[in-house]
Antibody, heavy 116, light 108 residues
Framework: EVQLVESGGGLVQPGGSLRLSCAVS????????MAWVRQAPGKGLHWVSG????????FYVDAVKGRFTISRDNSKNTLYLQMNSLTVADTAVYYC?????????WGQGTLVTVSS | EIVLTQSPGTLSLSPGERATLSCRAS???????VAWYQQKPGQSPRPLIY???SRATGIPDRFSGSGSGTDFTLTISSLEPEDFAVYYC?????????FGQGTKVEIK
C-alpha cells in the first residue's frame, strides 16, 4: 500500500524557517517524481514545487522561488521542503504527492501557520 | 501560466441526479493533460481522472471525464451520498501546473 506521511509543520513567525518532511512507503521513491501542493485555510489547491525522479531537476511556482528548496533522499525514502523567509501568505496545509504530472497519491498534509 | 476556471461554483443536486462540472482553460492544454480530484472536508485530494478521460485506480464508473483543447467536463452519472464534496481540475500540459478554483457539489 502506498503511503505518504508529512511532518514538520507548525507555528512560525514571519521571516522564519521550517523544513517539511514526507516519508513514503509502498513504492520506490527513486522511480517517481514528487511534488508539494498547498491549500490555504478554506481555499483551493496550489502546486508549489516539484522534483524529478533522479532529483536532477526541480521546479517552483514563482511565489516561492528563491525561498523554498525541494530535495529528496531516496535512501531514506523521504522528500523534503525547506522553507525560508516565510510570510503570512505561506500559511496553508502542505501536501506531498507522488507526482506523474498529476497527484497519483497524496499524504494527509501538515499545517504551516505563519503568524506573529 | 494556464488559468483554469471551473463552473459552476456550487452545484445543488439530489442523490441519484446527474452532475456535470466544467473546467475551462485560458489556452489549449497540451495532450489534454487534465486531471480531476475529489476532496472532502479534512481529507486530502483523491484523484479521479487523468488524461482528461482515464479513470484512476479504484474509481467507480459513474465518474467520467471528457473534453479537449480548452474545455473539459467531469460527469457523475448518478450521485451517491458519498459524492457530495469539492471537485478540482488540474492541468499538467504546461508549467507551472495549475488547479481550478473548485466546484462544490452539495445536497439539495
Amino acid at each position: 500500500e502506498v503511503q505518504l506521511v508529512e511532518s514538520g509543520g507548525g507555528l512560525v513567525q514571519p521571516g522564519g524557517s521550517l523544513r517539511l518532511s514526507c516519508a513514503v512507503s509502498g513504492f520506490t521513491l527513486s522511480h517517481y517524481g514528487m511534488a508539494w501542493v498547498r491549500q490555504a485555510p478554506g481555499k483551493g489547491l496550489h502546486w508549489v514545487s516539484g522534483i524529478s525522479a533522479s532529483g536532477d531537476t526541480t521546479f517552483y511556482v514563482d511565489a516561492v522561488k528563491g525561498r523554498f528548496t525541494i530535495s529528496r533522499d531516496n535512501s531514506k525514502n523521504t522528500l523534503y521542503l525547506q522553507m525560508n523567509s516565510l510570510t503570512v501568505a505561506d500559511t496553508a496545509v502542505y501536501y506531498c504527492a507522488k507526482w506523474n504530472g498529476y497527484g497519483e497519491n497524496w499524504g494527509q498534509g501538515t499545517l504551516v501557520t505563519v503568524s506573529s | 501560466e494556464i488559468v483554469l476556471t471551473q463552473s459552476p461554483g456550487t452545484l445543488s443536486l439530489s442523490p441519484g441526479e446527474r452532475a456535470t462540472l466544467s473546467c475551462r482553460a485560458s489556452q489549449s492544454v497540451s495532450n489534454n493533460y487534465v486531471a480531476w480530484y475529489q476532496q472532502k472536508p479534512g481529507q486530502s485530494p483523491r484523484p479521479l481522472i487523468y488524461g482528461a478521460s482515464s479513470r484512476a485506480t479504484g474509481i467507480p464508473d459513474r465518474f467520467s471525464g471528457s473534453g479537449s483543447g480548452t474545455d473539459f467536463t467531469l460527469t457523475i452519472s448518478s450521485l451517491e451520498p458519498e459524492d457530495f464534496a469539492v471537485y478540482y481540475c488540474q492541468q499538467y500540459g504546461d508549467s507551472p501546473r495549475t488547479f481550478g478554483q473548485g466546484t462544490k457539489v452539495e445536497i439539495k
